[in-house]
């Protein structure tokens, strides 16, 4: 079973870190695709430095930025078995692979195992954030359970290997979603709703774990910026949902406005109606400004009124109308 390991990253200072985790992994049979974006050179350096020692490591690189367009050009260079993907701000444990390898081969039925993102302590630095995902034990089966998912599970872009045939028919990442597109986060939820769409069973465990090393955001600016894209990806998702028929998208509206007026009348905090305020902006803005532009093509993927041309007959899922399952709000 080879693994193929792809890290998306436009950072060439945290870079290093990750790559050197995956060349200690305990299991040896992998290759790593590191796909740089953008202006390069110092991480095509780094990337090609290491790669004249260690031939399993390559660097791919694309002018645009992305990190699901990043993840598709990994996987179709891809030659292994299992496709695993991690970011560039975190470093996988020795047994990483090990234990995702293990998962697998243990329920061939499974498609995706997906693991634990844990956050380093905290500097102390405030205001701060760090994205962090310890999911249960559990097994996802969409099918034997009306497409409800046990308590506790989930994965999350950062952490998670899926069989390759099973990529190839779920299709591509949705390219204008997640971090570096015009609505930054939320890529992995809608990758994870087209798998239960067609009924693969998913896998979590906190026992293959990624630290986000490096992935504390410190100070106002990082704080907001992560909160603005973290909304407005969601939002845009919403729209994806209301577009093709799915009752959930509206649902999730009205779930962020619920959830900030309720959580501001229990606590009257000023600042904190301010902060939320401004986080139900954004979402609302990523909803509008998906709805008003984009059209979900045949593949379903989001695709941009100037450049709209519906896919007949091509690789992938179409989505269709009350597909979903409407207890993922929370992802």
């Not at 974006?37 to 645009?64: M, T």
């Not at 900030?260 to 109606?273: A, C, S, V």
């Not at 109308?321 to 409407?326: A, E, F, I, S, V």
Request: net charge positive; glycine share 8%.
């Amino acid at each position: 079973m080879k693994f193929s390991v792809v890290i998306p990253t436009s950072r060439p200072t945290t870079l290093g870190a990750a790559i050197r985790s995956i060349q200690a992994q305990t299991a040896t049979d992998w290759e790593l695709l590191v796909v740089g974006q953008g202006p390069s050179e110092p991480i095509r350096e780094i990337v090609e430095a290491i790669s004249e020692r260690d031939a399993r490591v390559q660097y791919l690189h694309l002018d645009q930025r992305g990190s699901s367009r990043a993840r598709n050009a990994g996987i179709r260079a891809a030659s292994g078995d299992i496709i695993a993907l991690t970011d560039d701000d975190g470093q996988a444990r020795a047994d990483w692979l090990a234990v995702l390898m293990r998962s697998l081969a243990d329920e061939p039925e499974v498609a995706v195992v997906g693991g634990a993102l844990i956050a380093p302590p905290a500097s102390g630095v405030r205001p701060a954030r760090c994205p962090e995902l310890i999911p249960a034990e559990a097994l996802y089966d969409p099918v034997a359970s009306k497409r409800r998912p046990p308590a506790g599970w989930d994965w999350i872009g950062a952490n998670v290997a899926i069989r390759r045939e099973i990529a190839e028919q779920v299709g591509e990442w949705d390219e204008h979603l997640g971090v570096g597109s015009e609505f930054p986060s939320a890529g992995d939820t809608d990758y994870k709703l087209r798998l239960e769409a067609l009924g693969f069973k998913m896998r979590s465990t906190p026992r293959a774990v990624v630290d986000h090393t490096y992935g504390w955001r410190t100070g106002f600016k990082a704080v907001l910026a992560l909160q603005r894209s973290q909304a407005r990806g969601l939002g845009a998702l919403a729209a994806k949902l209301t577009m093709i028929g799915d009752p959930r998208g509206t649902e999730w509206l009205r779930m962020w406005w619920r959830d900030r007026l309720l959580r501001w009348l229990r606590q009257r905090e000023p600042q904190r109606l301010a902060s939320d305020l401004r986080i139900l902006w954004h979402f609302c803005n990523g909803y509008r400004t998906c709805l008003a532009n984009y059209r979900v093509d045949a593949r379903g993927l989001l695709v941009k009124f100037p450049d709209l041309r519906v896919a007949q007959g091509s690789s992938g899922v179409a989505w269709e109308k009350g597909l979903l399952p409407r207890d993922l709000t929370s992802h």
